[in-house]
T-cell receptor, first 114, second 111 residues
Framework: EPEVTQTPSHQVTQMGQEVILRCVPI?????FYWYRQILGQKVEFLVS????????KSEIFDDQFSVERPDGSNFTLKIRSTKLEDSAMYFC????????????FGSGTRLTVV | ELKVEQNPLFLSMQEGKNYTIYCNYS?????LYWYRQDPGKSLESLFV?????AVKQEGRLMASLDTKARLSTLHITAAVHDLSATYFC???????????FGTGTRLKVLA
């Protein structure tokens, strides 16, 4: 099965610092997604990105968050000024095939804000 | 607003037993997905259910979808320890490709 690669696998950052999480999705797909999972809780939608634009975002995705596709392959999630409550696993996802065949999720980045 | 609920939240069962996990959702959708998550790991796709009455089986797991009842079930037959994990259902809302996940069911199979 094609892979969705995320880096880093774990990042520890000071509160107030900026972090950039990276994802290399399955190629040739125009839809990409970011989700997060606070430890022990359910998976929450953050943002979907279609054809280099945000197509939908949740209430969680406020002004401190941004997404980019800087070079046509990587897909980044930036958190400008991290807060303690941003500590979570962040997953990117890409459709497996046609959009309704489900997603493949990346391996995740564990973000710890101290 | 689409809401997705799973029950039970926790399930401890003996090896060899059968059990069912339920996933209810609040608004119309005919696309539902089941994922497995091992501790500290990513989400592994188990089943894709795209129509009313869809039934999929893989090994000891079988998933079904009743869109009229807004209900999906994940049935476990003759559980084995390797099935211990957290299972999530996810529903795709109408007019959107985003998933709304259920609360998850943490399954522990005891030898």
């Amino acid at each position: 099965e094609p892979e969705v690669t995320q880096t880093p696998s774990h990042q520890v950052t000071q509160m107030g610092q900026e972090v950039i999480l990276r994802c290399v999705p399955i190629s040739n797909h125009l839809y990409f997604y970011w989700y997060r999972q606070i430890l022990g809780q359910k998976v929450e939608f953050l943002v979907s990105f279609y054809n280099n634009e945000i197509s939908e975002k949740s209430e969680i995705f406020d002004d401190q968050f941004s997404v980019e596709r800087p070079d046509g392959s990587n897909f980044t999630l930036k958190i400008r000024s991290t807060k303690l409550e941003d500590s979570a696993m962040y997953f990117c996802a890409s459709p497996k095939g046609a959009a309704n065949y489900g997603y493949t999720f990346g391996s995740g980045t564990r973000l710890t804000v101290v | 607003e689409l809401k997705v609920e799973q029950n039970p939240l926790f399930l401890s069962m003996q090896e060899g037993k059968n059990y069912t996990i339920y996933c209810n959702y609040s608004t119309t959708s005919d696309r539902l997905y089941w994922y497995r998550q091992d501790p500290g790991k990513s989400l592994e796709s188990l089943f894709v259910l795209l129509s009313n009455g869809a039934v999929k089986q893989e090994g000891r797991l079988m998933a079904s979808l009743d869109t009229k009842a807004r209900l999906s079930t994940l049935h476990i037959t003759a559980a084995v320890h390797d099935l211990s994990a957290t299972y999530f259902c996810a529903v795709e809302g109408s007019g959107t490709y985003k998933y709304i996940f259920g609360t998850g069911t943490r399954l522990k199979v005891l030898a």
